[in-house]
């Protein structure tokens, strides 16, 4: 039961370009998005979020656009870097209750330099 | 900055044995969740618990897992037959009303 698809499982991209990291969702239920960043061997570290009622959120490099009509969402990473590179989860709950999380596969980012 | 500690980092067991994984959350915050990542799978919540009682849990939840706050810092989860598909990351956080912190996890080897 795919709710939350990252289709692509590596994404290559050069230094000080952008990496645009993408997310599809089925249960329109979904109010409230996060994207994790996971180093190997550590645990994931929240990156940045968004709730239904924007359509985007900014930090930094860092930028989420959502889609409600399309079920879609995307992290927008600008400009990239190489410590960049790790694991990108988007993950997605209802009821504004990030506590119950339902994840995607995972993006593995790589950023050359 | 305040961090989620998890131990043991690595974890082998036998078939039917019992495994408790320990964790200390962020020491202000109310709410602890166990979550699983099977290799090459998606990372997968198991419980919630809030106020000395689960909140909610998923059906992977089953009666052979099991969680404890005994003591106001840790917070653990107990397997109480462990089965090979048990092997897995298993990672703990906590949070307040902000977002989750995760620890580095613990593997769990089940052979």
């Known amino acids: 039961d795919q709710q939350v698809k990252q289709n692509s499982p590596s994404l290559s991209v050069q230094e000080g370009r952008i990496s645009i990291l993408n997310c599809d969702y089925t249960n329109s239920m979904f109010d409230y998005f996060l994207w994790y960043k996971k180093y190997p061997a550590e645990g994931p570290t929240f990156l940045i979020s968004i709730s239904s009622i924007k359509d985007k959120n900014e930090d930094g490099r860092f930028t989420v656009f959502l889609n409600k009509s399309a079920k879609h969402l995307s992290l927008h990473i600008v400009p990239s870097q190489p410590g960049d590179s790790a694991v990108y989860f988007c993950a997605a709950s209802v009821d504004g209750n990030n506590r119950k999380l339902i994840w995607g596969l995972g993006t593995s980012l790589a950023v050359n330099p | ?111």
């Open chain 2, 1 to 111: 900055e305040p961090e989620v500690t998890q131990t043991p980092s690595h974890q082998v067991t036998q078939m039917g044995q019992e495994v408790i994984l320990r964790c200390v959350p962020i020491s202000n915050h109310l709410y602890f969740y166990w979550y699983r990542q099977i290799l090459g799978q998606k990372v997968e919540f198991l419980v919630s618990f809030y106020n000395n009682e689960i909140s909610e849990k998923s059906e992977i939840f089953d009666d052979q897992f099991s969680v404890e706050r005994p003591d106001g810092s840790n917070f653990t989860l107990k397997i109480r037959s462990t089965k090979l598909e048990d092997s897995a990351m298993y990672f703990c956080a906590s949070s307040g009303l902000g977002p989750l912190h995760f620890g580095n996890g613990t593997r769990l080897t089940v052979t």
